[in-house]
């Protein structure tokens, strides 16, 4: 099929490499415009213009996806496929395909609608999830689904993981779906739907006193990005690995309480939280390489340290 292909962060640059790699005629690739990723001042393309370019493949940046609308319009699509573009496409677009649209969407819809589904799993403490092949309709991933896999999410798998995981999974089943558009069967979404709203870097600070299951899954969700942190004095600490640690052992006299206040750390590297232990793994304090926990808590002074919470005095 001749189709038209929109995709902006590495997540997208498999589908797009297999969909080459089929046989498709991708007359032209749409990506956000290029942007500065690093603390640097130049700017960089997103890894799908890269892909693309090493592919050979016409490229357009557009700062909003209507302005290439009558571009499109011209090329004779079959249809277009879009995978974490970034952008709600405009009718003016999404009729320029004889067949409409498709997108990858890496969760089992209605559940998790929108920009980020695979954290919203997570910190919702899903077990499931999944990827799926949709028709793109002027919703916000409202369309109906054209095919799905389904999967377990594991019990220590942090988002970065499981997305690379359904990429894995999507990209085979993109492909078999654009190899037979005839045998499309559009299914309406059922089921309640649940909005996947974008992360921010504000809603990964860690409250200590939460529990430490839901803090675990605070750090899977912010992994790789945003990242769950909180604070040591002024300076911010990224938390990358974590998980719930056992509760302080009793004796004959009574159960023993926990060694400090909610946000306390152990010489061990454990913290206290509002119910149960959080043992950090791998931390990366600010300005630095990410860490050891263990070698982090050693080069701490002080046989007691407290972490900041997510509360207003400490912001």
């Known amino acids: 099929m001749r189709l038209a292909y929109f995709g902006t962060p590495v997540e997208a640059v498999p589908p797009l490499e297999a969909v080459v790699a089929a046989g498709h005629d991708v007359a032209c690739v749409v990506t956000q415009p290029d942007r500065r ?29 209507r302005e290439c609308a009558a571009e499109l319009a011209d090329l004779g699509l079959d249809a277009g496929v879009v995978v974490a573009f970034g952008q709600l496409l405009p009718p003016a677009v999404l009729a320029t395909g004889r067949l409409g649209f498709v997108n990858l ?74 190899g037979d558009p005839a045998g499309w069967t559009p299914r309406p979404q059922v089921g309640e739907a ?59 006299d009574g159960p023993a309480g926990p060694p400090g206040p909610p946000g306390t750390v152990t010489p061990a590297g454990a913290v206290v939280t509002g119910a149960g232990l959080l043992v950090l793994d791998e931390v990366q304090p600010e300005g630095r390489a990410p860490m050891v926990a263990t070698a982090w808590r050693a080069g701490l002074r002080g046989a007691s340290v407290r972490l900041g919470t997510s509360g207003p005095a400490d912001r």
């Open 37 to 65: 990723r690093g603390r640097g001042s130049a700017t960089t393309p997103s890894p799908v213009r890269a892909a693309a370019e090493a592919l050979g493949l016409p490229v357009r940046t557009p700062a909003r996806a």
């Open 105 to 178: 969407h890496f969760s089992r819809l209605p559940r998790w609608r929108g920009a980020a589904p695979v954290e919203r799993a997570i910190l919702a403490g899903d077990d499931e999830t999944g990827v799926c092949v949709m028709a793109l309709d002027e919703g916000m991933d409202t369309g109906p689904v054209l095919a799905e896999v389904t999967t377990a999410i594991g019990p220590e798998e942090t988002a970065g993981a499981l997305r690379a995981r359904l990429v894995a999974l999507g990209t085979p089943l993109l492909v078999e779906v654009l």
């Open 194 to 252: 649940t909005h996947a709203a974008k992360c921010t870097v504000e809603e990964f600070a860690l409250d200590w006193s939460r529990p430490a299951e839901e803090l675990v899954r605070r750090v899977r969700a912010g992994n790789p990005r945003p990242g769950a942190w909180t604070t040591v004095g002024d300076r911010r600490l990224k938390v990358l690995r974590a998980r719930v640690g056992s509760e302080p052992v009793g004796t004959a």
